[in-house]
């Protein structure tokens, strides 16, 4: 079977090619639908640099790739204000995450388990308890951060803890899906 060198991805019996990996190999006679390309749909200026907003993130999958980042999702902690899904604070021994805008898909994924994977062999299941703002940010609710990109799982210390990463290294690449 050919696979595109290893660059097409399968949903649901339909195959094209990856948009992480931004490929177009794999178009046959007729080309695969734009719905898995993520486009910024804008920008906004913080502390002087430029970042892009996005209001969607990549298709979720069996093995959707993202990025995890470490939020303190304590009172007083970097994470910015109360989770979204419950506006409640959270110890960071409890593992849990905050999902990019696309992801967090306007709060349907509240209170859902994900399972993370990372490179290392190790999973862990963790709840959903949080937007990682991809549309917003540089604000007081959002402790002064920029928007985050589109393809974030932003993870308790428990999850980095669950998963053996050092989370000092600052950004780690990791599979995630629907527990």
Same mark, same amino acid.
């Given at each position: 079977?050919?696979?595109?060198?290893?660059?097409?991805?399968?949903?649901? =019996?339909?195959?094209?090619?990856?948009? *992480?990996?931004?490929? %177009?190999?794999?178009?046959?006679?007729?080309?695969?639908?734009? #719905? !898995?390309?993520?486009?910024?749909?804008?920008?906004?200026?913080?502390?002087?640099?430029?970042?892009?907003?996005?209001?969607?993130?990549?298709?979720?999958?069996?093995?959707?790739?993202?990025?995890?980042?470490?939020?303190?999702?304590?009172?007083?902690?970097? =994470?910015?204000?109360?989770?979204?899904? *419950?506006?409640?604070? %959270?110890?960071?021994?409890?593992?849990?995450?905050?999902?990019? #805008? !696309?992801?967090?898909?306007?709060?349907?994924?509240?209170?859902?388990?994900?399972?993370?994977?990372?490179?290392?062999?190790?999973?862990?299941?963790?709840?959903?308890?949080?937007?990682?703002?991809?549309?917003?940010?540089?604000?007081?609710?959002?402790?002064?951060?920029?928007?985050?990109?589109?393809?974030?799982?932003?993870?308790?210390?428990?999850?980095?803890?669950?998963?053996?990463?050092?989370?000092?290294?600052?950004?780690?690449?990791?599979?995630?899906?629907?527990?």
């Amino acid at each position: 079977m050919n696979d595109c060198s290893g660059q097409l991805i399968c949903i649901d =019996g339909k195959c094209n090619d990856d948009p *992480d990996v931004g490929t %177009h190999i794999c178009r046959g006679s007729s080309p695969s639908p734009p #719905t !898995g390309n993520c486009q910024p749909s804008g920008s906004l200026k913080c502390q002087g640099q430029i970042y892009p907003t996005y209001k969607c993130s990549p298709p979720v999958t069996s093995s959707t790739k993202a990025k995890l980042t470490n939020n303190d999702f304590s009172q007083g902690g970097a =994470g910015g204000g109360p989770s979204e899904c *419950d506006e409640q604070y %959270h110890s960071n021994s409890e593992r849990i995450v905050a999902l990019s #805008t !696309g992801w967090y898909n306007g709060g349907s994924r509240c209170e859902k388990m994900i399972r993370i994977k990372a490179s290392n062999g190790k999973n862990v299941t963790a709840k959903v308890v949080d937007e990682c703002d991809s549309m917003r940010g540089c604000d007081e609710e959002h402790a002064y951060q920029p928007p985050c990109k589109n393809n974030i799982v932003d993870a308790s210390d428990a999850v980095w803890s669950a998963l053996e990463l050092n989370k000092d290294v600052g950004i780690v690449d990791v599979t995630w899906s629907m527990a």
